[in-house]
């Protein structure tokens, strides 16, 4: 089970940090991922952390604003977010799957329920 946290309104150029803490005793062997969806737009992938904490992917429009990092001893995900854009307003998921990274959100099993970001201009 994941819980996500930390959304809110913030205005452009602000920060916000996103956690997503899950249950259960295996969550290291899990890769966890953000996605966001906008209101009319499909889901869209934001970043991803391997199993160890290692490895990042991020999407392009996020490179160098957001960081995705995670605490396995809290079974904790953290998106922080800096230098926010209105058009990082979306509903944020965070998603797991066993072992593998992907992009793609249809490869995640586990899903939390979404924490609302709004980004004013």
């Known amino acids: 089970q994941l819980q996500a946290s930390g959304g809110g309104l913030v205005q452009a150029g602000g920060s916000l940090r996103l956690s997503c803490a899950a249950s259960g005793r295996t969550f290291s062997s899990y890769a966890v991922a953000w996605f966001r969806q906008a209101p009319g737009k499909e889901r869209e992938f934001v970043a991803a952390?391997?199993?160890?904490?290692?490895?990042?992917n991020y999407v392009d429009s996020v490179k160098g604003r957001f960081a995705i990092a995670r605490d396995n001893a809290k079974n904790t995900v953290y998106l922080q977010m800096n230098s926010l854009k209105p058009e990082d307003t979306a509903v944020y998921y965070c998603?797991?799957?066993?072992?593998?990274?992907?992009?793609?959100?249809?490869?995640?099993?586990?899903w939390g329920q979404g924490t609302q970001v709004t980004v004013s201009s």
């Open positions: 952390i391997t199993t160890g904490g290692r490895g990042t």
């Open positions: 998603a797991a799957r066993w072992l593998q990274m992907y992009s793609d959100y249809v490869q995640y099993n586990y």
